[in-house]
């Protein structure tokens, strides 16, 4: 790959002659840059360092994963860029450039940018001071970092003395889950040489261009750059709601119904109570709902508050309810669950009772609604799809989101009339049957 040269051969009869021709050097300037994660917080990522192998061709490729690595809002992410001579004289990376996509910021005053020496520079190309301006940052870090030589008599080797010989930095940037664009919550991180330098032995400068790439232009398949690849995880807590059993007291007597609904019924069932007209005074409703709460999310967290809106017509008992509290004239609030850490994919339940207000005329429909009124995780991510305590009972349906959610009840007065108008009913069909049956029997 580095050298030419020839040996000739020359037989006759039995006199061989040969001929060698010494090999001369190529002279190849060519610098390649790869990127890779090599650390997500205080947590080393050891397996996307690029392994050089030569292929069929004696050409030298790097093997190493470029699948988006898992993070999270607020994670610093650690990328090392390393630059390898892959050519047959001295160089220098004398500048590096490594983009800022949406979804990441620069941190200056980070210690390992700082030792680095990356500059910032806004869209304009101007250097600044601000992050929030930054799409692009520099260092010239490497430019006294003599890169040797790759030997092509000698084997790969990932250990000093390195072949290919290669020099790094290294970046950390903070994952901010509010500036994302990207639909898929993939971020992608560029970067590439922007100024190289080919010497020869002495040190002085050699008029030559990289042999495949050209620096400070991205230009797809060049080697003098690299990317790389995070993805974003979301938070996401959900809530269900639903009525489990019916608890009517009469006269003492008390009769519980379970619903046997479950919080995927789609539509919303109802739950249905009917009081006999003559024992209102003398009857004690009560309905008890079920919260559960369901992490459908990738990162781990807490619905550390759960509040519920109390409707018209039934009322809280605080003694049926020991993990509530009053929070307004129609609002409840619990906590019970703060101390639960939902995984992904994970759920806790809570329960709530409600008691009906005995009255001829606090009848019909009565919708409850709960919602996730605070949560939790220590990425400080937002849910993805959700805006905690948001609730207005007023025209519910329209801002219904996936943290909340409604749970429906009916009451009904019973008369009596009913079941004198259905014996009726049911004693004129069987005489109508009778007659039917008389009928086709003597007309046959």
Request: glycine share 6%; proline share 4%.
């Given at each position: 790959m580095s050298f030419y040269g020839a040996e000739v051969i020359c037989e006759k009869g039995t006199d061989v002659i040969t001929i060698i021709i010494p090999n001369e050097k190529l002279t190849i300037f060519d610098l390649a840059l790869r990127k890779f994660i090599t650390s997500v917080n205080d947590e080393a990522v050891t397996t996307r360092i690029p392994q050089p192998t030569l292929d069929e061709n004696g050409e030298i490729k790097y093997e190493h994963d470029k699948t988006p690595l898992l993070v999270a809002n607020s994670d610093l992410v650690t990328y090392t860029i390393r630059v390898y001579n892959e050519g047959t004289v001295l160089g220098y990376a004398t500048e590096i450039a490594d983009d800022i996509p949406d979804g990441v910021i620069f941190l200056p005053t980070n210690e390992t940018n700082v030792q680095y020496g990356w500059k910032m520079y806004d869209a304009s190309g101007n250097e600044t001071a601000d992050p929030t301006q930054?799409?692009?940052?520099?260092?010239?870090?490497?430019?006294?970092?003599?890169?040797?030589?790759?030997?092509?008599?000698?084997?790969?080797?990932?250990?000093?003395?390195y072949n290919p010989d290669y020099a790094e930095v290294k970046v950390v940037f903070q994952v901010v889950e509010q500036n994302i664009t990207s639909a898929d919550r993939i971020i992608t991180n560029k970067?590439?040489?922007?100024?190289?330098?080919?010497?020869?032995?002495?040190?002085?400068?050699?008029?030559?261009?990289?042999?495949?790439?050209?620096?400070?232009?991205?230009?797809?398949?060049?080697?003098?750059?690299?990317?790389?690849?995070?993805?974003?995880?979301?938070?996401?807590?959900?809530?269900?709601?639903?009525?489990?059993?019916?608890?009517?007291?009469?006269?003492?007597?008390?009769?519980?119904?379970?619903?046997?609904?479950?919080?995927?019924?789609?539509?919303?069932?109802?739950?249905?109570?009917?009081?006999?007209?003559?024992?209102?005074?003398?009857?004690?409703?009560?309905?008890?709902?079920?919260?559960?709460?369901?992490?459908?999310?990738?990162?781990?967290?807490?619905?550390?508050?759960?509040?519920?809106?109390?409707?018209?017509?039934?009322?809280?008992?605080?003694?049926?309810?020991?993990?509530?509290?009053?929070?307004?004239?129609?609002?409840?609030?619990?906590?019970?669950?703060?101390?639960?850490?939902?995984?992904?994919?994970?759920?806790?339940?809570?329960?709530?009772?409600?008691?009906?207000?005995?009255?001829?005329?606090?009848?019909?429909?009565?919708?409850?609604?709960?919602?996730i009124s605070e949560d939790y995780n220590d990425k400080d991510a937002p849910d993805i799809d959700s805006v905690p305590d948001n609730v207005k009972p007023d025209g519910y349906d329209e801002q219904q989101e996936d943290d909340d959610d409604k749970a429906l009840v009916i009451l009904e007065i019973h008369t009596g009339a009913f079941e004198d108008y259905a014996g009726i009913t049911l004693t004129v069909l069987i005489c109508l049957a009778i007659g039917i049956g008389l009928i086709k029997k003597f007309v046959i």
């Open positions: 930054a799409v692009e940052i520099r260092t010239d870090y490497l430019k006294d970092e003599l890169l040797q030589p790759f030997d092509s008599t000698k084997a790969i080797s990932t250990t000093e003395p970067a590439h040489i922007t100024a190289d330098k080919a010497v020869d032995e002495d040190g002085n400068e050699i008029d030559i261009d990289d042999d495949d790439s050209i620096p400070n232009e991205w230009n797809e398949g060049e080697d003098d750059q690299d990317v790389e690849h995070i993805y974003v995880k979301y938070f996401d807590l959900a809530l269900l709601k639903w009525v489990t059993k019916t608890i009517v007291t009469v006269d003492g007597v008390t009769v519980i119904t379970e619903t046997g609904f479950t919080p995927e019924d789609d539509p919303e069932p109802v739950a249905k109570v009917v009081i006999d007209k003559k024992k209102i005074d003398s009857t004690v409703v009560k309905f008890v709902y079920r919260i559960r709460i369901i992490n459908q999310g990738e990162i781990a967290g807490y619905a550390t508050e759960i509040t519920d809106y109390i409707p018209a017509g039934l009322t809280f008992v605080q003694e049926d309810n020991p993990l509530w509290t009053k929070t307004g004239d129609n609002t409840i609030a619990t906590r019970a669950l703060e101390g639960t850490l939902l995984q992904p994919g994970e759920s806790a339940e809570v329960e709530v009772i409600f008691t009906w207000i005995n009255g001829s005329d606090n009848l019909g429909l009565k919708t409850n609604i709960a919602e």
